[in-house]
């Protein structure tokens, strides 16, 4: 195995760790603001913020087995990179057809960084439908809305996915390493599956 593969397999692995710890810390965030439930408007755009780029950090895990994405935030230019496989499942999952996907998430492509900055000309499409209390939001009426409950399924489809991969590595190859004196080696096994697993047509099964 190259130097190549290694260095690759350390960029996965460092997406993968950062994408697990955001969603895990996605998750202990909503379940807070859902005890606080009404939100001044700002908590909640940067609640947005960060879904967006938890769902950008767990599709851009996905593209770095091929190729890499670089440091765009663009949900539509990073969704079209997408394996087939999965823009197939999130549009039969959604009931939404990839014309209709791509559309929203081009009217949306930017919100990880319009967000984080208080930039609000994408917050209309969350806010429909939602319940205000004195001019502030109340989440639990805002996790229900179509827009938001749809860029959360495209997370928990990106996350499905990643696990599929996870899940499927074979363990054996790692029995015999060390992880302190192999740890170049680890990491371009770790590559070469990802690779091997992500080809494989019963991915479209998962």
Same mark, same amino acid.
Request: glycine fraction near 4%; include cysteine.
């Given at each position: 195995? /190259?130097?190549?593969?290694?260095?690759?397999?350390?960029?996965?692995?460092?997406?993968?760790?950062?994408?697990?710890?955001?969603?895990?810390?996605?998750?202990?965030?909503? !379940?807070?603001?859902? @005890?606080?439930?009404?939100?001044?408007?700002?908590?909640?755009?940067?609640?947005?913020?960060?879904? !967006? =780029?938890?769902? $950008?950090?767990?599709?851009?895990?996905?593209?770095?087995? $091929? /190729?890499?994405?670089?440091? &765009?935030?663009?949900? *539509?230019?990073? =969704?079209?990179?997408?394996?087939?496989? =999965?823009?197939?499942?999130? $549009? @039969? &999952?959604?009931?939404? /057809?990839?014309?209709?996907?791509? !559309?929203?998430?081009?009217?949306? &492509?930017?919100?990880?960084?319009?967000?984080?900055?208080?930039?609000?000309?994408?917050?209309?499409? =969350?806010?429909?439908?939602?319940?205000?209390?004195?001019?502030?939001?109340?989440?639990?009426?805002?996790?229900?809305?179509?827009?938001?409950?749809?860029?959360?399924?495209?997370?928990?489809?990106?996350?499905?996915?990643?696990?599929?991969?996870?899940?499927?590595?074979?363990?054996?190859?790692?029995? /015999? @390493?060390?992880?302190?004196?192999?740890?170049?080696?680890?990491?371009?096994?770790?590559?070469?599956?990802?690779?091997? *697993?992500?080809?494989?047509?019963?991915? !479209?099964?998962?």
């Amino acid at each position: 195995m /190259s130097n190549n593969d290694h260095e690759i397999g350390d960029k996965i692995l460092k997406f993968c760790e950062s994408f697990f710890g955001e969603y895990e810390n996605l998750n202990l965030l909503e !379940a807070e603001l859902l @005890k606080k439930n009404i939100l001044p408007e700002w908590q909640y755009i940067n609640y947005l913020s960060r879904l !967006a =780029f938890c769902t $950008e950090v767990g599709m851009k895990t996905i593209l770095n087995i $091929e /190729s890499s994405i670089g440091n &765009k935030h663009n949900l *539509i230019e990073i =969704f079209k990179k997408m394996p087939d496989v =999965f823009r197939e499942s999130v $549009e @039969k &999952k959604s009931g939404i /057809s990839i014309e209709k996907i791509e !559309a929203f998430l081009e009217s949306i &492509k930017n919100i990880f960084v319009d967000f984080r900055y208080m930039e609000k000309k994408s917050l209309e499409c =969350f806010i429909e439908g939602v319940t205000f209390d004195n001019g502030n939001i109340v989440f639990s009426t805002a996790i229900n809305n179509q827009n938001y409950l749809f860029i959360r399924q495209l997370l928990e489809e990106t996350m499905e996915y990643n696990k599929y991969l996870n899940k499927n590595i074979n363990r054996k190859l790692f029995l /015999s @390493k060390n992880w302190e004196t192999d740890i170049d080696e680890i990491k371009a096994l770790f590559y070469q599956e990802l690779k091997r *697993i992500q080809s494989l047509s019963c991915v !479209a099964e998962k």
